[in-house]
C-alpha cells in the first residue's frame, strides 16, 4: 500500500514539472511569434532603420505604404494628409489613349518646380519620389509629385513620371473635381517646355486625389545630357497647368428646315415695259418662318446695268435678326416663259446677314436674263407686257439663343 502512494506521489510530481516547462515553452513561443510579426509591420520592406516620429499615428500609416524609413516630422497633421491622399491612388486607372505630347515656348501657368543637385535624388535609395510644397490653383490646394525613376506601382519603372495631387482637406464631402492637366519638363537644348496631357479631363475625389503620367520620359531619354533635359550638370525643371472648365452658360441651337408646304411664291409684274423705276419689291410672303421679298431691277443693276434683268431674294427689312445672327438659304430664282421648257432659273445656296450690317441681306443674280430676250416677243418671257417670275424655297435655317 505504502508503494502504491509513493508511486502516485512521484507521478503527480512528474506531471506538474512537465507542466510548469511545457507552459514556460509555450509562452516564449507566442512571445517569439508576436515579436516577429511587430517586426514585419514595421520594416515592411527591410528598407533600413525606423525614423525618429513626432506623431506614431502617422508613422503607423506610413509604413503601411512600405516606401521606407520616414521623415522627421514638423507639421504632422498636413503630412498625414498628404500621404494619404498620394498612396490612395487607384494604380489600375491611369491616363487614357488620348495623350498629346509636343514642345511650346510658354512657361507652366500654376506651378514650377526647379531643381539642383538631381541626380542626388536619382542616386537615393529613399527617395522614391519627390513631392513639392502646396500650390493654390482652380480654388484647391495642390502638389506636384515626381518620381525620378519611375512610379513602379503604376507601370512607371525606368520612365520619369509626374503627377498631380489633390489636397483632400480642400474638398467639400462627396465633392467631384473635373481638372485639366498639363504637365512640363523644361528642355534646354530646344528652349521650350516638352508638354503632356491629356483629352480627357481627370476626375478627383476624396477616393481618387492623384492622377497624372507614369510614363512621361524615358529614364535614357531624360537622363542623357544630350537631350536636354538635364543641363548645368544635374539642374532640371518641371511644371504643371491645373484647370478647372467650367459648363458653359451660353449656347446656340442651329436646325435647318424644308419640305415645306407651301414652298414657292410667284409674283406677276404687269405692264412691264412701262416700268421705269430702278428697283421693284414684291409684296411680303413668309416661307420657314421666315418673311421674304423678290426684288427686280427691270433695266438691270451692276454687271446688268442696262443690259440685263436683275433678280434678287432678300430678306424683309423687318425681319429681326440678332447681331451676328445668319440665315441659311437654299433656293430657286426663276423667272417663267410661256414656253416651260424655256423657263430661266439660279440657284441660291447662301447665308443672309441682317439688313443693318449693309451686306448679304439679298441674294440672287445682276444678269437674270438678258434685256433683249424680254424684249424679243418670241423668246416667250412676256406675255401680254406681262412678267412673272418665281421662288422656290427648298431650305431655311433657325438659330435659338440660350438664354434667349
Known sequence: ???????????????????????????????????????????????????????????????????????????AHYLHNHDQEVSSRDYKVSASNAVVKGLRSRPPSSYSLKMESFNTLLKSK?????????????????????????????????????????????????????????????????????????????????????????QVLPGYTFKSPYNGYLYDGDHCEFGVDVTTPTVFQTSELFTVANNFKTPTFTWRLLKFSTLLEDTYLSDTFSIGGRRWNIQVNPSGRDKGKGKALSMYLIVNHNEELRPFERIYVRAKLRVLNKFKFRNVERQIDNWFSRWETGRAYGWGSSEFVPLSNLKDSSKGFLVDDKLTVQVEIEAVSTTKYFPS
Open 1 to 75: 500500500m505504502k508503494s502504491h502512494y509513493t508511486k502516485t506521489g512521484s507521478a503527480v510530481i512528474l506531471l506538474f514539472c512537465l507542466f510548469i516547462i511545457t507552459s514556460a515553452s509555450s509562452s516564449s513561443f507566442i512571445q517569439q511569434v508576436t515579436d516577429d510579426f511587430t517586426t514585419n509591420l514595421q520594416l515592411d520592406d527591410g528598407d533600413g532603420p525606423d525614423p525618429i516620429q513626432g506623431e506614431a499615428h502617422y508613422f503607423h500609416t506610413h509604413v503601411q505604404d512600405g516606401d521606407g524609413p520616414d521623415p522627421i516630422q514638423g507639421e
Open 126 to 214: 529613399y527617395s522614391e519620389r519627390y513631392v513639392s510644397r502646396p500650390f493654390s490653383a482652380a480654388g484647391y490646394n495642390w502638389t506636384l509629385v515626381v518620381y525620378p525613376n519611375g512610379n513602379k506601382n503604376d507601370k512607371g519603372s525606368g520612365y520619369l513620371s509626374l503627377y498631380a495631387a489633390i489636397d483632400s482637406s480642400t474638398l467639400a464631402p462627396h465633392e467631384e473635381v473635373y481638372v485639366d492637366l498639363r504637365f512640363y519638363v523644361f528642355n534646354k537644348k530646344e528652349k521650350k517646355y516638352f508638354t503632356i496631357q491629356d483629352t480627357d479631363v481627370w476626375r478627383y475625389n476624396n477616393f481618387k486625389t492623384m492622377w497624372g503620367f507614369s
